[in-house]
């Protein structure tokens, strides 16, 4: 049976062929259901690779020990053993071949993040021995008097 | 003239036709289907946080904001951490300011709009901290949401966002209850804590982690029944949050208190 | 600057990574959708249900529907991150969420609205086409119009009787087709909100009959507004004419047949905006009464901080005056349009307090975010999402619309449905 009224059906079947091919050219090949279903795992596979990929910055006291030995001895005695190197030193990244040395950071903002004094007795700040920055030598480094390695021998640089 | 045979089979061509775009869209493939049935993975990280140990000194927000290169002073960040005072009065306020990256160092509450208030110390009933990052939930309602299948869960459980498929629509950003995601200032698309992917599918510890000075962040293998976080995790009391939108979070809290958020 | 801080301003405690996310293109889109759906079902209620008094208007509708379509596209795009992305939503559709089928719920209706206006218009195609094919001297413009009809004729110049009857038929069946696909169309942008369990605002079952209900009021006011003054200008027009030309339709006569038509378009606006007022009501109180953890802060945001733009703008000047107006004896014109205006602002104020309300307070409960719209575009971002992008997106159907009206006349066909 031809019909003038089944044209408009022509574009249809037009679009979703067009729809079709660019699915076939757009859509990664590695795009799928993966284990965690269709609802939760509709992904591009290779996608969590790009992710595994990306670069480590912080590298932890470990590879700091292999060169810096003395220090991480100095720190692993010391009511500091805990800190990591680079809280305070910044990330490692590809030192020491990039950046040759890393930042020494003597501000007080660094060593008042855990000892400006707040009572807070639902936390463990609260029996953290603390100052109030305003007034506790407001103009001086913290590192001028206490030896940040190991701060119970105090100023003993 | 259309009569009704000729409807009736004019109604079948166009259902016809408009059961071609759904067979394109592999709704079922069983051989997938079948995978998924037998648990492959022999991984599914958890996080703990207790909440007593954290002090508020924020090394952890300024280690993730680097290591997962989120632009340093952006107001966004995958982790942070809030402070709760409770007051004597029973008010309670809570503020994070920039996160927690640069610590808490002043009594002085961040209220927004530009103003601060502060509690006598003699005032306080109860104050802590509470860190939060992605629940990694197990029903990941930003991942169902999705449009386009740019954010989805890994066999090990960890919720992440493919950046170039990524379509910048937020519909996952305002399917999450926790606020955890937001846009990411240089590339545009949806961001979120991923638990450091990078580093624990090479063994290491998130980046959060590592720089908690005081063991108040702990990752996990949830299928590993000794592995200690697990451990705590399955004898412990633990919380999570806001358990009533069935997520399933799996971050798992020690010390939650009913003011928190 | 991290995207949203620009216009969102922080109170008590947010969570650091909140922001007004989805702002005033994303308030246009179910606007626009809602207008697209409304002219459509307008113009159903006369090819379907042979509404007789709504000849005149049906056929308006129906184009201006066609030409508000892409506009519902444009607030999306705008508001995309990677609008160049966009068409992933075809490519990789993820079904669980309430926006992967939009590209196909939204091409299905184009393609139908679209067929649908071919079958009205075919006959005039043909005629059309013929008188200039047979023009022997064609302008370069009659020349183009000429290319045009006879590609969208594709073909089809058969314009006997039987084959009239049968793209009459086609046009009942594509218009009763149309109806659940549009209200489809847009109670799906209700569903979009609806199902956002995060936000306590949206998470409601009734909000995608809300979206209907309140997109065929907008619809249909929107269509009495430009019928309106489409005819207004269509009188000046000819009572120029008519200078020259005596025979044709007189002032009077052309306003007689408008008043007639607008008056019986508002009972229908009137009976929809019941409808609409009536489960927004619902839903307010249900939440009211259950009192929810999310209550308190809603109710904050409902009582207190929105209050200007729920209870004064929406539903005090934008549902109750029209409905008031729309009532009183003696409707007249002006009156009509009026209302139309008001609600037409009352639906635009309800997307807002739904989309931006919704975004007003921080998920903790404990704090509140504001939104402030960016007027002066300084940046691309500010464009998109301020001011001028919207009036922009705003803008856009009229110029369609005039454009579409070249190539298919609304007014004066001699026959046809
Ligand atoms: S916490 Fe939010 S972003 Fe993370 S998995 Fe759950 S819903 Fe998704
Ligand atoms: S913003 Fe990106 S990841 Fe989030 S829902 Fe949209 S497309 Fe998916």
Redesign the pocket.
Known sequence: MKSHVWRPLYIVLGVIVLVMLAKAILVPKDFGIGERGYMYGWHRKGNEADWKAVKVKYKTMDYCKECHQDKYDDLRQSPHAAIQCENCHGPALDHPDDPPTLTIDRHRDLCIRCHARLPYNGSGRGAIRGITPETHHPEAECVLCHYPHNPKLEAKR | MIDRRDFCKKALLIAGGMAIPLSALELFDPKRLLAEKNDPSPTRWAFLVDTHKCVGCGFCVKACKIENEIPYDANVTRTWVERYIVARDGKTYIDSPKGGRDGFTTPKIDQGVEHQTEVRNEDIEKAFFVPKLCNQCDNPP?VQ????G??YQTADGVVL??RS?????????M?CPYGV?F?HPVYH??EKCNFCYHRISKGMKTACVDACPFGARRIGNLKNPNDPVTKVIMTERVGVLKEEYGTKPQVFYVGLSREVK | MVHGEAWTIKEFFCYPNEYIYWTIQIVMYPFMTGLVAGAFVLSSLYHVFGVKQLKEIARFSLVFSFALLPVAMMPLMLHL?QPQRGIEVMMTPHFT?AIAAFGIVFTTYALIVASEIWFVYRAYFVETATTLGEKRERGLWEGILYLIYRILIMGAWDISHEAREKDEKAVKILAGIGIPVACFLHGYAGFIFGSVKANALWMTPLMPVIFICSAVVSGIALCIVTYTVTMELRKMISARKRQQKPWLPSTDELKSAEVQVVTMTSKYLLMFLVLAITLEILDLVFRGYTALKSWDILRSVIYDKDFFKIFVLQYGCGNALPFVLLLLPRLSLKRVVFCSLLVLMGVFMMRWNVVIGGQAFSSSFAGFMEYRLPIWPETMELFKEGLFGAMFVAITPFVLFFGITRILPVFNLKDSH
């Open positions: 930003c949401v999705c449009p386009v740019a954010t966002v493919d498929w990524c379509i910048g629509c937020g519909y996952c950003i399917g995601r846009f698309v949806a | 991150q969420s």
